[in-house]
């Protein structure tokens, strides 16, 4: 795969990086919508997901991919990520389920075990109502139809 630009290009070409979860999506037999604006956002609006899957039971899963290619903003994505999705998932009563799966070489090696192993729900209790995995689990779901 080839990684999105970081910095202001990430937003333009992380579509390229979202459409990864879609082949597995698909030949999974999944129904899906991408870049689908809900309310409300975090602070009010609208937010945009980037994927938003009806599982095998009928729930509506929200799917978000973050890229890290390099050192950055990593502290303030996955917090914020997760009080977003946390927000639409209260508004949206057929959102069951949430995941926010990370890619790329920029993460570090102590920070990604901490978010796999949830331990920011210290922090942000509702933490544990999003699952945090990497793109290699991500598509073990889908093919044992477990999103």
Known sequence: ?????????????????????????????????????????????????????????????????????????????????????LVLKDANPAIKRCYIVLVGPGWATNRLKAFYKNDIATFIPRAKEVKIIELDEFMHLCIRKAL
Request: no cysteine.
């Open 1 to 85: 795969m080839t990684p999105p630009p970081g910095g202001g290009g990430t937003s333009r070409s992380g579509g390229t990086l979202e459409a990864t979860v879609i082949p597995p999506l698909e030949k999974n037999g999944y129904a899906y919508v991408k870049q689908k604006y809900l309310s409300p956002g975090l602070g009010g609006g609208r937010q945009r997901v980037d994927t938003l899957v009806t599982a095998t039971d009928n729930a509506l899963v929200n799917v978000s991919v973050k890229w890290q290619g390099g050192s950055g903003s990593v502290d303030e994505k996955v917090p914020a990520e997760i009080l977003k999705m």
